[in-house]
């Protein structure tokens, strides 16, 4: 679910995306790189409802396929609690290798470790990812659903991309 308004949590482009509390949610970003390059990905979160640790053992980041082994990252949540949130930070800060041509990254909630109510899994709030790298990357997407499904459509090139989040990211 998109989140335009989240007290304190300073979005980076004015939402997010939060609500991933169910095992097996993704988020998928697409992109092509102009040659096989070594990168850096940091993801940029909150925590929601509660303090959070994610591990990569419940929380998966793939490249290209490939799981990314990664320190726990620790989320505080605001001390004036919900509806209130810490200001989005970066995590991760891993190397990650990129393809010459098409690249897919992944975030994908795979614990079932309730919170509480509806939320059958942990998960953070997504803000956006950032991808550091001397290559250049465009952004693009795949129509899936009506009549243009399958339609792949170009985005813009960047010589440092960072902030893939909004009109070119989807849920799974």
């Not at 790189?33 to 591990?55: G, V």
Request: aromatic fraction near 10%; hydrophobic fraction near 40%.
């Amino acid at each position: 679910m998109i989140i335009t308004e989240f007290p304190n949590a300073d979005f980076s482009n004015g939402y997010a995306v939060g609500y991933l509390y169910e095992e097996g949610t993704a988020l998928t970003f697409d992109f092509t790189s102009d040659r096989a390059t070594t990168a850096t990905l940091w993801l940029r979160l909150t925590c929601e409802f509660a303090n959070q640790t994610l591990t990569d053992e419940m929380y998966k980041v793939l490249v290209n396929g490939t799981a990314q082994k990664f320190n726990p990252i620790v989320m505080i949540l605001s001390p004036l609690g919900f509806p209130y949130a810490n200001p989005c930070q970066d995590y991760l800060g891993i190397t990650i290798q990129l393809n010459a041509g098409d690249n897919r990254i992944q975030l994908i909630t795979t614990n079932d470790m309730m919170l509480a109510g509806t939320m059958s899994s942990n998960a953070p709030i997504v803000d956006c990812i950032k991808i550091r790298t001397d290559a250049e990357l465009n952004m693009f997407t795949i129509d899936s659903v009506g009549p243009t499904a399958g339609t792949r459509r170009e985005g813009p090139k960047y010589s440092n991309l960072e902030h893939i989040l909004g009109p070119n990211w989807w849920l799974e």
